[in-house]
């Protein structure tokens, strides 16, 4: 008790820092909470004009929530909304300047695959082939899901080959069918594989 009295205020100013400090993670962690929130709101109503078809206001309303909320889990959804929307628009090569930023930035795990998918397609539809090919190639890395992975292998062998790269696409369809035999995209890629490497004709035939 002697030793209590002595060190009152040494004991009193600790706790106080201790307060402080649980105040300021108990803030920290309601701001994020809100910022959730605001964010979950804006991408249902994002998502909303979608559904009514007006895509150029989902556009502006997904740009918005990037710009604000993009660290956010409803602003990486956000994200792979924008990128889909400005592909339906027609415009590949703003959905790839998205996703790339997106990317370079940090995108949370469960989104990876997908972004690396849509970049894909943005620059296949933009004609660049072989780094389509790798954006697949990274989105089946990224996969949590089988037949996304096997899908996403069918495309990169399909665009490696598009490119005049046979070796990548024969490579990218021999993991299909290792890494996926229960696929129904292995049958298809044993079939490219065919033709990528036909069988020579015999000596004297």
Known sequence: MEWVKTNRRGLIGALAVVLLGAGGVWFAISAKQRREAFATQSLM????????DNLPLAASDLSRLIQSYGKTK????ATILLAQVR???????????????A??????E??????????GGALEELGEMREAAEEYLRAADASWYDFLAAQYLTDAGRTFAASGDTVRAAS???????????????????VRLA??????PRVGT
């Open 45 to 52: 109503s994002a998502r909303a004009a979608v559904q009514a």
């Open 103 to 108: 990317l370079e930035r940090g995108i949370a």
């Open 87 to 101: 592909l339906s628009q027609g415009d590949p090569q703003g959905a790839a300047d998205g996703l790339r930023t």
């Open 195 to 200: 033709e990528l490497r036909p069988t020579e």
């Open 74 to 77: 409803a602003g990486n959804e």
């Open 172 to 190: 990218a369809y021999e993991r299909l069918i290792q890494d996926h035999p229960e696929s129904p995209a292995a049958t298809e890629a044993q």
């Open 110 to 119: 469960q989104f990876e695959a997908a972004a690396h998918g849509l970049l």
